[in-house]
């Protein structure tokens, strides 16, 4: 039975989910003047959740406003070594609720916007007929001509049978206060591999907000997913050994990210469009998907301004050189589980910090790529063509 939310019974464009990718695609196309009508359909009542999104620039200007902290060091360890390195560009935090909240108000303002909140969609169904889909909800139908489903991994399917590699990255953390001022403000630490089974792909990642409280997260790159639980016996006992203070936790984030090349297309049906980690989002090699749904977001609303519609899209010759380098990283990461993390203790050693940022940041040059490569050992490297020359194309698929 259908509650009390009102939905529109017909419009242009329907976002299923407004999490990072939903909500920045209204609010791109808010700001660019989009005058068809938008429905974001939410399951989650209240934008309150646990998360922020952190990325380093440079920053997109419609994004700034909503940076909570930067940080301009930054900090890998493992084994006996640590480097400290200065950051050219920032590394930037967005915290999720703030951003969200602030669309939420924003589309508020405009009346052909309606998002609406404890939404669950069940099912989506193409009437050829009519060139509409029919989006049903537990609070009732919405008609849409275009439909964005970023739902996130609802119904994802490909890991364990997929000829491209599938990895992932899980996490979870607490933001804590101390009862000392233990932390450097200014230095987000990227990767602690001093932690056990840190040389097989597991680290501590650390944004401090003030010298005494910080998200400390427990991280797992590996075919295999880590419990919450697991996790967190990682979190305490580093802030047990290596922070050394009394703490008090405030709150708990968990989440896994899927490490795959994959192919997740944009659109397998007309009018029906995947965005965010849905529409594979997530840079392969290292999760982060925030800049990547931002680019991708700013492009289909200006698309959608534009002509009506978003267009298709070609991979261009630096997208697939990246890609390979995606691939040849998660395919070495797979076969060998020390990989990973050797690799990166290798590229904090030997490359530019500049470059690095560059390469994390997606603005790396083919120059930077082949110094990137040449960490990369002989070995490995043979490993993953093979493995990579026997393989077909692989695509991922959705279903609701
Ligand atoms: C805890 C965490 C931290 C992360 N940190 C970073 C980071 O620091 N930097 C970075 O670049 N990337 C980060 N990522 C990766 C990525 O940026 C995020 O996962 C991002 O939120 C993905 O956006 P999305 O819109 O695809 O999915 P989400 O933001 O998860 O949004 C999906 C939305 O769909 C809604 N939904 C699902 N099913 C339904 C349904 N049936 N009906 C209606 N609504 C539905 C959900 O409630 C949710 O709000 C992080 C991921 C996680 C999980």
């Known amino acids: 039975m259908s509650n009390q939310i009102y939905l529109p019974r017909q419009v242009d464009a329907a976002i299923l989910g407004g999490g990072c990718a939903g909500m920045s695609l209204a609010y791109r196309l808010l700001l660019g003047g989009y005058r068809g009508s938008v429905v974001v359909l ?6 309150d959740r646990e998360q922020r999104w952190c990325f ?3 920053i997109d200007k419609d994004i700034t406003p909503f940076v909570s902290k930067t940080w301009s060091k930054f900090l890998v360890a ?5 480097f400290v390195r200065p950051a050219g560009a920032k590394y930037y935090q967005v915290s999720a609720p703030s951003f969200l909240n602030a669309i939420r108000e924003k589309l ?5 916007f309606y998002l609406r909140m404890g939404v669950t969609v069940h099912k989506t169904t193409r009437d050829p007929a009519n060139h509409v889909w029919n989006i049903g909800t537990d609070c009732g139908d919405v008609a849409a001509k275009l439909v964005f489903d ?6 994802f399917t490909g890991s364990s049978d997929s000829a491209a590699p599938w990895l992932h990255q899980s996490f979870a953390g607490l933001t804590i206060t101390t009862s000392k001022d233990v932390f ?17 792909g597991a680290f501590i990642y650390v944004l401090p907000y003030s010298q005494n409280s910080a998200l400390i997260e427990s ?9 919450t639980d697991e996790h967190l016996t990682r979190v305490n006992w580093y802030i047990e050994t290596k922070v050394k203070s009394s ?8 989440g896994i990210i899927p490490m795959t090349t994959t192919k997740f297309p944009f659109s397998t049906t007309p009018g029906r469009y995947y965005i965010g980690i849905l529409g594979g989002a997530a840079k392969p090699s290292t999760g982060y998907a925030f800049t990547r749904i931002q680019r991708h977001t700013k492009r289909i609303a200006a698309e959608m301004i534009k002509f009506g519609r978003p267009l298709s899209y070609r991979p261009s010759s630096t997208d697939q050189r990246r890609e390979w380098i995606d691939d040849v990283f998660l395919t070495a990461s797979a076969i060998n589980k020390k990989f990973f993390t050797q690799t990166v203790l290798r590229m904090v050693d030997r490359l530019p910090p500049d470059l690095l940022i560059r390469f994390l940041s997606e603005n790396d040059s083919l120059a930077d790529d082949v110094k990137v490569m040449s960490v990369v050992g002989n070995r490995e490297l043979a490993d993953a063509a093979a493995t990579l020359s026997g393989r077909r194309p692989q695509t991922g698929s959705v279903g609701d």
């Open 219 to 227: 991280t797992l790159i590996s075919v295999d997913r880590e419990e």
């Open 42 to 47: 939410e399951r989650a009542v209240d934008f």
């Open 184 to 200: 450097d403000t200014d230095a987000v630490t990227l990767m602690d591999f001093r932690v056990p089974d840190g040389n097989e």
């Open 150 to 155: 970023a739902r996130n991994l609802r119904g």
């Open 78 to 82: 493992g084994g006996s070594l640590e």
């Open 247 to 254: 703490v008090t936790v405030h709150s708990t984030e968990t």
């Open 108 to 112: 508020s303002t405009a009346n052909n």
């Open 56 to 58: 380093w620039g440079p």
